[in-house]
Nanobody, 122 residues
Framework: QVQLVESGGGSVQTGGTLTLSCSASGNSFLLGAMGWFRQAPGKEREMVAIIDDGANRSFGDSVQSRFTISRDNARNTIRLFMTNLKPEDTAVYYC????????????????WGRGIQVTVSS
């Protein structure tokens, strides 16, 4: 099993930056891919960024060029660096993990964190 704990959320003004962290504990063999999803009120959950243990990455269209993701395999930690934040980035952000990159890519990750709020004010 794997437990995921998010940190770093909060409130920021438009154009600001924020960094989210996710620490995983448990069986690291199950952490082939880790990433971030988000869900805003009244909207479906969407993929934000995913990274595998070989540093292959994928980003959602709405965050491409503004967000980056990094991974520390030794510490089973990922970080999401968010820049030029917009009000439409306001959402609960969830850390997720799965053995396979493709499973996260299509949103069917096996392990999920509880989520953390990010609020961007205009």
């Amino acid at each position: 099993q794997v437990q995921l704990v998010e940190s770093g959320g909060g409130s920021v003004q438009t154009g600001g930056t924020l960094t989210l962290s996710c620490s995983a504990s448990g069986n690291s063999f199950l952490l082939g891919a880790m990433g971030w999803f988000r869900q805003a009120p009244g909207k479906e959950r969407e993929m934000v960024a995913i990274i595998d243990d070989g540093a292959n990455r994928s980003f959602g269209d709405s965050v491409q060029s503004r967000f980056t993701i990094s991974r520390d395999n030794a510490r089973n930690t990922i970080r999401l660096f968010m820049t030029n934040l917009k009000p439409e980035d306001t959402a609960v952000y969830y850390c997720a993990a799965d053995r396979k990159f493709f499973s996260l890519l299509i949103g069917t990750g096996e392990f999920w964190g509880r989520g953390i709020q990010v609020t961007v004010s205009s």
